[in-house]
């Protein structure tokens, strides 16, 4: 997956395969040296897939924690562009010989990964892109329409931010539209208090720079009218909270808290949106919590002035939502697409 850089990856790869080393030719007598991890900096927020995978390929194996913060899917980039297939299985024999030495895997799963990346097609077809990766730079290709805004934290995160007075805005991608695709990244609801947050993922909606007739004249909202919003939402089923959970693809696939399938406040979450022709997937943590297609002729439930179904087109931009109460406080990091056309 595209956490960190490759320069970053590699730097605590070789931290851990040198630590692996002073174990293995230190003397008889001596204690063995502990393994080396890479740091909690570099894994800010582990990946939280319950197994390992190649993009596509599910290998099996547990997604096992491997010392500082990290997971086994951190430490294997199969979402870089690889030159070649074979470049990529060598990467993987690598880090699943290591981490076999080390304990951290067996023999056995060590083998079940370097045949699951034979049998991926990681280098072999489209990688991911970092739309942001934590820099400013990166944050500078987005745009922001509407109440509030989003931080760019030092840590490299982004974090919402909501307005003198409430309302709802969208930091969106401004340099290209996507069509088929799926996006990755990670999220975290950092309410204040017992309270939780309410956020979303904005897909395949028009540019947000004019008001466009049959959308809405307000700029954010053109996002919700002519686009879907995957909702990001893990608040309890009580009075007053929005009963449209995370994963939902607002007003069209709701779903309840226990098909969100919620984690703690201040828990990183991995989610990816895949979008193909009209069908839409949303994969929390790995695992598919919500499909849809989008056929022509669906209404939105309880907004008559909205285009419904009809008005979500395919191809458009993406973005991240700055929902309007004060406890609407969600963080996003690593944000990334992989075109499926």
């Not at 209404?299 to 929902?323: E, I, K, N, W």
């Amino acid at each position: 997956m595209f956490l960190i850089s490759t320069r970053e990856r590699a730097v605590g790869f070789a931290t851990l395969t040198a630590g692996l080393l002073v174990a293995l030719t230190g003397s008889a007598a001596a204690e063995p040296a502990p393994r080396a991890a890479v740091t909690d900096e570099t894994c800010a927020a582990a990946d939280a897939r319950p197994t390992v995978r190649f993009l596509d390929t599910d290998s099996g194996v547990p997604n096992s924690a491997t010392g500082g913060g990290c997971t086994i899917n951190d430490l294997i980039d199969d979402e870089r562009a690889w030159p070649n297939h074979g470049e990529f299985v060598r990467h993987v024999v690598d880090v699943a010989d290591s981490l076999a030495e080390s304990d951290v895997i067996s023999r056995a799963d060590a083998g079940a990964l370097r045949a699951a990346a034979g049998r991926s097609e990681v280098g072999r077809t489209t990688s991911y892109v970092p739309l942001f990766d934590g820099t400013e730079a990166s944050f500078d290709d987005w745009a922001y329409a509407g109440q509030g805004g989003f931080d760019l934290l030092p840590d490299g995160t982004i974090r919402s931010r909501v307005g003198a007075e409430g309302g709802f805005g969208v930091l969106w991608y401004k340099p290209q539209e996507f069509a088929d695709f799926s996006l990755r990244l990670k999220f975290r609801d950092d309410a204040p208090g017992d309270l939780r947050a309410n956020s979303g993922v904005q897909v395949r909606f028009p540019e947000l720079t004019a008001p466009i007739e049959g959308c809405s004249d307000n700029l954010a909202w053109i996002s919700v009218a002519c686009g879907h919003e995957v909702q990001i939402n893990d608040s309890p089923e009580t009075a007053g909270n929005d009963p449209r959970k995370t994963g939902s693809i607002y007003g069209f696939a709701d779903l309840n808290l226990a098909q969100a399938q919620p984690t703690p406040k201040g828990t990183w979450n991995d989610l990816e949106v895949r979008v193909v022709g009209q069908h839409y997937t949303v994969i929390r943590n790995g695992v598919v919590i919500n499909e849809f297609e989008n056929v022509p002729g669906l209404p939105f439930p309880g907004r008559p002035d909205d285009p419904g179904s009809s008005g979500r087109g395919l191809v458009g931009h993406v973005g991240l939502q700055a929902h309007g109460a004060p406890q609407d406080v969600v963080s996003f990091r690593d944000v990334r697409i992989r075109d499926l056309s």
